[in-house]
């Protein structure tokens, strides 16, 4: 494994109490395999990677526990130094806001050349070239010239490639791309989607794609993990999961696509609220919102229930939700 995540417990200690964001979060992901983490927002998607990367705020925020591992070594207890070292060169993110990611006073280029220059110890025109290289890598045009532009003379789909170009610099094992199409026209969505495929591909990176886009996830992912209200409710193969959802929350989530089967027909919704992560209800936090629901499911917290095949639920009755009909 390049990347794990286990038991990762994260909470926002605020005026208006504890909010308890991650609840036992586990997953990892290998060399050239993306893994998709899905949900709606809320549900603690960014704050895991967030954790991973070492930039959540403290306060308010604390990883009260678990562990994250990059080649079996611990980076939850390593020194700041080595948390640097490995943002630097191992695992690398891309934000969903490259407008307030990239910095509105230095030049594209520049932002792109530091990291070389800092990391690598490259001389000032050796990164200037790489970055050129790096913006024609993701197929930005002109980049010798556009190199020296600042990110608001680019276009939302282009600062998102350049944003994408930063993260490449320093060749990371792992990419995390932190809903990399925010914002996006569905051509430019698409573009930028089949450029990270392609990278992906060459390099052999481990991608981890955070989405509530169950139409991207479709397309690129190798596996799947569902979360809702800072637990992981489902983990499977991307295949399974379309096929026979395991998990209330994922089913509901598929019968709210809009499908070309069903013109003219209301489009189904989730009834209700994530719930608040500072009063988080009690056994399955879906349970208010569930149509599945029993009284157990408001009193007792589910354990994920093994499906074979390294699928997971975290559901009383996982069992029948898979052998139940689609949707």
Same mark, same amino acid.
């Given at each position: 494994m390049l990347l794990e995540v286990e038991d990762l417990h994260v909470e926002f200690r605020t005026r208006d109490g504890v909010a308890r964001v991650l609840n036992g979060v586990s997953y990892h992901v290998s060399a050239g395999e993306t893994l998709a983490v899905l949900g709606e927002s809320g549900s603690g998607k960014s704050v895991t990677a967030q954790a991973i990367m070492g930039i959540l705020d403290t306060p308010p925020a604390f990883v009260t526990r678990g562990s994250v591992r990059f080649h079996g070594e611990e980076l939850l207890s390593a020194s700041a130094d080595r948390r640097r070292a490995v943002r630097a060169s191992g695992v690398a993110m891309i934000f969903q806001d490259a407008l307030s990611?990239?910095?509105?006073?230095?030049?594209?280029?520049?932002?792109?050349?530091?990291?070389?220059?800092v990391r690598r110890g490259m001389? *000032?025109?050796?990164?200037? #070239?790489? =970055? $050129?290289? @790096?913006?024609?890598?993701?197929?930005?045009?002109l980049a010798r010239q556009r190199v020296r532009d600042y990110p608001h003379q680019f276009s939302g789909g282009m600062r998102q490639r350049a944003m994408i170009a930063m993260s490449l610099a320093l060749d990371p094992e792992v990419l995390i791309a932190d809903e990399p199409t925010t914002a996006l026209d569905v051509t430019v969505q698409a573009q930028i989607m089949d450029l990270l495929?392609?990278?992906?591909?060459?390099?052999q990176m481990g991608l981890i794609l955070i989405t509530h886009d169950l139409g991207v996830v479709a397309e690129v992912a190798d596996r799947i993990v569902v979360m809702?209200?800072? *637990?992981?409710?489902?983990? #499977?193969? =991307? $295949?399974? @999961?379309?096929?026979?959802?395991g998990h209330p929350y994922t089913s509901a989530l598929m019968r709210s696509l809009p499908r070309l089967d069903s013109k003219g027909t209301a489009l189904e919704t989730i009834r209700g609220l994530p719930p608040s992560l500072l009063r988080i209800p009690p056994g399955c936090p879906f349970h208010p919102r569930c149509s599945r629901a029993e009284d157990i499911c408001a009193s007792h917290v589910p354990s994920a229930?093994?499906?074979?095949?390294?699928?997971?639920?975290?559901?009383?009755?996982?069992?029948?939700?898979?052998?139940?009909?689609?949707g």
């Open positions: 990611a990239l910095n509105p006073v230095f030049t594209v280029g520049f932002q792109i050349e530091e990291q070389l220059r001389s *000032r025109a050796d990164a200037r #070239a790489r =970055a $050129v290289e @790096l913006l024609d890598l993701v197929r930005i045009p495929a392609e990278i992906q591909r060459e390099r809702y209200a800072g *637990r992981i409710v489902e983990h #499977a193969d =991307a $295949v399974s @999961l379309f096929r026979s959802p229930v093994r499906l074979g095949f390294g699928r997971t639920s975290a559901c009383h009755f996982a069992e029948e939700v898979v052998g139940g009909p689609r």
